[in-house]
């Protein structure tokens, strides 16, 4: 066990018995809540610190025994995705209900977000590197808002259409048998918990509006359009960061620092460290400090493995190593 790690257990177990011998009376319970999540969050990153060694050591980690079945889950899901468009389709047909029909635009642009995300991933695996000469890791970033802006689009015209119902009095659903049981066969599938709530949702609305109240129907569709429509736009606000340059995570940075100080001895002290997005993965710019009369040779000899090291973090998407003389801040 490292140093850093016994030192770091033997003090949270002094901070439990000083506890339990009720040296900690005049803490609240949210400062307590906040000593746990400090503790919490020094074990998540030694945690992280001691599989970055073993990454850097042996040269990967050992990848979980489901990764082999990862092709297969991604058929079974199409399949199921497209066994869950054809449902949704012929109960809106047989229903006539916007509720339902929600769902069926849901599952189509599920489908077609797929094409697109799956589209952009084979571009980045097979991407030209004389046209395209630090890759095409960003098309990732931009199948999202892609996506993003198709579902939010089509729900937002699903929205319109069942508004517009509202008003059509000649407009009822008619909730057979058989409807309730694609719907309930397909909720069933469903492993997702929103795709189950919706589902669920849009054949209560639809029931509601053939037995009770006819407004139900085109109401329930305006909500869960909505709703679609709204998660998609905040999971677009979320990747938009990303792209215009969102300094990493802290635990991230963090771990670069870990790497960067355990490298080599002859580095005298960082100087400067910039970790930030322009896509899914990250950009680092580190500027280390040594010995001004070093040679070329040392100094080329401890940068460039250093910037080799950074690239094999799975976050890392490039890193920039520069030696300086002197720590100015540059």
């Known amino acids: 066990m490292p140093i850093r790690k016994r030192k770091f257990d033997r003090e949270r177990a002094k901070d439990n018995q000083r506890a339990q011998n009720g040296a900690f009376h005049e803490i609240s319970l949210s400062q307590r809540r906040l000593i ?73 642009m599920d489908l077609l977000c797929s094409a697109v995300m799956n589209s952009c991933l084979r571009l980045i695996e097979k991407a030209d590197t004389f046209n395209y000469p630090r890759g095409r890791q960003r098309l990732e970033s931009i199948g999202v808002l892609i996506c993003a802006v198709l579902m939010s689009f089509a729900n937002i015209g699903m929205a ?68 679609i429509a709204i998660s998609w736009f905040r999971h677009a606000v979320e990747n938009v960061p990303q792209l215009i340059g969102r300094r990493a995570e802290q635990e ?14 002859r580095i ?28 070329l040779k040392v100094t080329h000899d401890v940068c460039h493995p250093l910037e080799k090291k950074l690239q094999r973090l799975d976050f890392v998407e490039r890193a920039f190593v520069h030696c300086d003389y002197a720590c100015d801040g540059d």
């Open 36 to 108: 746990e999540e400090y503790y919490e969050h020094q074990d998540r990153l030694l945690k992280l610190y001691e599989e970055d060694k073993l990454l850097l050591c042996n040269g990967s980690l050992p990848e979980p025994k489901a990764e082999s079945k990862s092709w297969l889950l991604m058929r079974c899901s199409f399949a199921l995705n497209i066994f869950s468009l054809v449902a949704t389709l012929i109960a809106s047909y047989l229903s006539g209900s916007l509720s339902i029909m929600s769902t069926f635009v849901d599952s189509s």
């Open 160 to 227: 319109m259409q069942a508004l517009d119902n509202i008003y059509d009095a000649s407009s009822k659903p008619e909730m057979t048998r058989t409807t309730v049981v694609i719907m309930a066969l397909q909720t069933a599938l469903k492993g997702i918990l929103n795709d189950v709530a919706s589902r669920a949702s849009a054949v209560i609305f639809a029931h509601i509006g053939d037995k009770y109240w006819r407004i139900a129907d085109p109401l329930g569709a305006i909500l869960l359009s909505t709703m």
């Open 252 to 265: 991230q940075v963090s771990r670069i620092l870990r790497i960067a100080i355990d490298h080599d001895d």
């Open 268 to 295: 005298r002290c960082l100087d400067h460290l910039m970790v930030y997005h322009t896509g899914t993965k990250a950009f680092v710019e580190l500027h280390i400090v040594m010995d001004e009369n070093l040679p």
